[in-house]
């Protein structure tokens, strides 16, 4: 009969990503794809909407933010953004087929989630002061030199294909772990849990306040109609 302390100890689930970390990815998820189609003139073409989507955008991502300094532990920035050192090691041991260690994003993915973010202001900021002269004026424009819009209009179309690259390699790191590693990464942004061993659960915090981040939210929602809707105007 095989003794107790040979088996391995049982894994225990323990939260890692809160709702509104899983709804943010989501329905950024969504408005991407939307922020992609209505450009194509092949799918559906429509840039009325792509300058709602773009103000949805920047609303979330500025609630991200927020959410990176006061939301759940494995939200905070600074729960998944490593120095240089950290990152090499990691990379050293990527081709490893052993799972990580890290509960929340290792070093490569937090990285990866500062540089998204980065595209995304980029993205939507730029989009602001944009003019196509043709249809679509961005809200700040007005307040530049056409000079100067048309110089973010060009950033603006040439950072979209960077955040495109970025998402690709997104996908391509979810799949590379999927396959490879063995590790299932869409599965607790779904449903927010993480099996983990008993000595890494022992780390294990409550989610912050739903409530706190539909203020935040809120808040950064409101700024955005106010900033576009008012006061542009």
Known sequence: MMKEENNPPRLQKIPVWDLPVRLFH?????????LWATTEEDVYYDMTLHTYLGYSVLALVLFRILWGFVGSKHARFSDFIYGIPATLAYLKHLPSRQPSAYIGHNPVGGWSVIFLLLALLVQTGTGLFADDDIFTTGAFAKFVSSDTSHFLTEVHE???????????????????????????????????????SPEQALTAKKFASAWLALFLLGLTGSGVYLAVFIWAK
């Open 158 to 196: 040439i950072n979209f294909n960077i955040l495109m690259l970025l998402v690709g390699l997104h996908i391509a790191a979810i799949l590379f772990y999927r396959f490879y590693k063995r590790v299932n990464l869409v599965k607790p942004m779904i449903v927010g849990t993480k099996e983990v």
């Open 26 to 34: 989501w329905i950024l998820v969504l408005l991407i794809v939307g």
